[in-house]
């Protein structure tokens, strides 16, 4: 193990240098040196907030999260989104999504509950949906308060009704404060409604540099300026309020208003669909285990960060590393079931499970 | 790697040399030298057309492709030509259906988006394929500026209410000047009605032997001459004013209506089904990758030649290399599957990615 681990990461290393594109001048090795930094960083809070496996414990103490996205148009983002969270070590991932896509997302995987109480307004007449949209809170509630996280938005669509019942649901996980990540499809519902996390500390946000651009717009009335990332992200995310705002990209920046983070360990340059469920189901995990930690060791006492920032650096980092070994593996032909494969040695490689 | 490689070739040679069967008189020795020229040759525009990999591109730069097809009868043609697009780099990978098709595609792979929105007459009433038509259109048209390329044809079937359907879609895809891949049934809608495609320099055919008669004898009106073949193709692609045409073989011929090219390098002596829909979906990707080069590089600066002829050699022999890589390995056995797998090395091995 060791040894084929070390040559992985001699590859590793090998592919980053190839890959390093520019020249090599002090600028460079200052920036790569700043980002080895936030790596190591990255990986130790992976490492300090990852629960011990113990003989003890039972089902449901290592996560139980759900995702809140399916419908008849996409399938593949939630279970991206679920199944990310089986394969880093949660217990139990559920799905909420509408009744056509339920049946296609269990036969992706036996391993994920899939819950068919979504619906969207093509199937359901005008006179209906006052009544549907009671039956399907009310479906949701009884499970709510037994996620540790819930995923908002992979694969959720835009269908104005459905929208509509999902605004609520999150609302209904606010009033039992059950984290939130806002991804795909639930940051459109969140740029047209930014009051739904407004002022809510245990809600994250994912958005790409399009959904990025979206939410600036809406929020601080201005357009993305690249040369002050981090001060804007910082602003941004004070501006709703404290809600900790991830920002993906080459690098991936993270900030809750308070502290700006940054996580650049290089991962792979495939871009295809579905990395950003990965990354959503994985930091919901994350930030169940840096709530769990932080309430174990006293208030925020791994270096007085919020376990909300701890969990989307651990989710970033371990995305790169699985995303990367996926490429060195698969070059140009790299999907994002080929990095959910990895996500289980990349993890053990951060952090052995014995 | 390079071993493996090496050896990988010692063995597509001798396996070459092992099928070439006849003699190896000096016509034959001229044919090779001609065969192995042709194949350097799409390798090269391979290699000139297949973007960079770079750390600062987003999601669906390296292509977003659609498919139309798939209906009651076919769901495999239109997931083959889909995944083989993602498996040699495109970023999204969507399908265009009928309801019925849909829940089967998505269950072939979470990666793909799979819209059910066509419809086929057995399912309707007269009185609402005007109102049906309409809805069909409106749907395709949120979808179809994104797509840098379309593929209409894999697993179409022959429904006339689907094919008038579809008939519009490309009408539509040619007004916003995206570019179209037209195999299988889509062909047989082509033939029936050539002004479809009649003046679009973005229009691709890739016609097997049958279809390709049926295309002769409607647009020359004679029957398909095997020994004027360069001249016969390039006549049919100026008549239909000068549409790209790839007429696939033993060897395949493609033209624009001023040039001829041809790819004849070995591929597997197996003659599974689907094997189309990986050319499909591949030359859509490599088509939108060299109209990316050429406007880059300033207009089709590569040996001056069209992107549609440059995207149908780099698919032709990918497509070749990649059936005898499985032919290799799993004789008489392989199927599209196999092949599929297959791409991501074969690409690899003309192009490595860094």
Redesign the interface.
Known sequence: MLASSSSVLRRQHF?VR??C?GGCGNRKRLHDIRSMACYAEAENILRAIIPPLDRSKYKGQAGKVAVVGGC?????AP??AAISALKIGADLSHVFCTK?AA??IK??SPELIVHPILEESYNIRDEEKEQISVKVLAEIDKWLERFDCLVVGPGLGRDPFLLECVGQIMSHARQRNVPIVVDGDGLFLITENPGLVNGYHLAVLTP??NEYKRLVKKVLNCEVKDQDAHQELQLLAKQIGGVTIMRK??SDLISDGDIVKSVSQ?GS????????DILSGSVAVFVSWARQHSSATGVDSTSQMNPTVMGCMAGSVLLRKAALLA?VS????????DIIELLGRSLEEISPAC
Chains 1, 2 share one sequence.
Do not use: A, H, M
């Open positions: 592919l190839s890959l594109v008849r148009e996409y399938t593949g279970y991206f056509d049946p296609v036969t992706y790409n540099i990209g080459k290089y340059p495939r871009r295809c669909g579905g990395q950003g490429f698969k070059r140009r032909s790299t999907l994002t079931s």
